[in-house]
T-cell receptor, first 112, second 117 residues
């Protein structure tokens, strides 16, 4: 079965500093990986995905993620965090039948 | 882009009553829709998978007689919480998919906050 791990519970970062949200995966076959963001009392919004090709994937709101096969990681990054980036971030892996395996989520707090 | 509309956003009901939550794909046909339950600051728990015109597939531990799911068309799926009790209070989220490709992005509704008194 596919699985995704997000080792940190909360990530605190000062506004303007680089933001990294970690994700490692365990999948059989080629991994299809996703990042979603959830604001309070809202559904999940798609940020970016890795299917194949360039290991550096660029997504919405200035976010990017790097696929690293040797480390089985897919960390989400943003060069300069904004207060409005404070939200819950989910990493996910495709597990067939349209289903996604979600990580537990990381709360990101950007401090003004 | 693809949009999923979920209604109602908030609902408060008395214990013992039933509540229906609708999930509509507005600009695409969702061959498959998923229903999730989310507890505060936790990940999504998949409750069931519904395919248009067939019975929903429920995850282990989810009571299918309590959480009735109907997927009558390619654009509408409903979740009915029957005889709701306070422990059913939660945030329910639906998502839709256009196909069975790993490259397809799941589109999520905005969620429905259910509070059972």
């Amino acid at each position: 079965a596919q699985s995704v791990a997000q080792p940190e519970d909360q990530v605190n970062v000062a506004e303007g500093n680089p933001l990294t949200v970690k994700c490692t995966y365990s999948v059989s076959g080629n991994p299809y990986l996703f990042w979603y963001v959830q604001y309070p009392n809202r559904g999940l919004q798609f940020l970016l995905k890795y299917i194949t090709g360039d290991n550096l994937v660029k997504g919405s709101y200035g976010f990017e993620a790097e696929f690293n096969k040797s480390q089985t990681s897919f960390h989400l990054k943003k060069p300069s965090a904004l207060v409005s980036d404070s939200a819950l971030y989910f990493c996910a892996a495709f597990e067939g039948n349209n289903r996604l395996a979600f990580g537990k989520g990381n709360q990101v707090v950007v401090i003004p | 882009g693809a949009v999923v509309s979920q209604h109602p956003s908030w609902v408060i009901c008395k214990s013992g009553t039933s509540v229906k939550i609708e999930c509509r794909s507005l600009d695409f046909q969702a061959t498959t829709m998923f229903w999730y339950r989310q507890f505060p600051k936790q990940s999504l728990m998949l409750m069931a998978t519904s395919n248009e015109g067939s019975k929903a597939t429920y995850e282990q531990g989810v009571e299918k007689d309590k959480f009735l799911i109907n997927h009558a068309s390619l654009t509408l799926s409903t979740l009915t919480v029957t005889s709701a009790h306070p422990e059913d209070s939660s945030f329910y989220i639906c998502s839709g998919s256009q196909g069975d490709s790993g490259a397809n992005v799941l589109t999520f509704g905005a969620g429905s906050r259910l509070t059972v008194l």
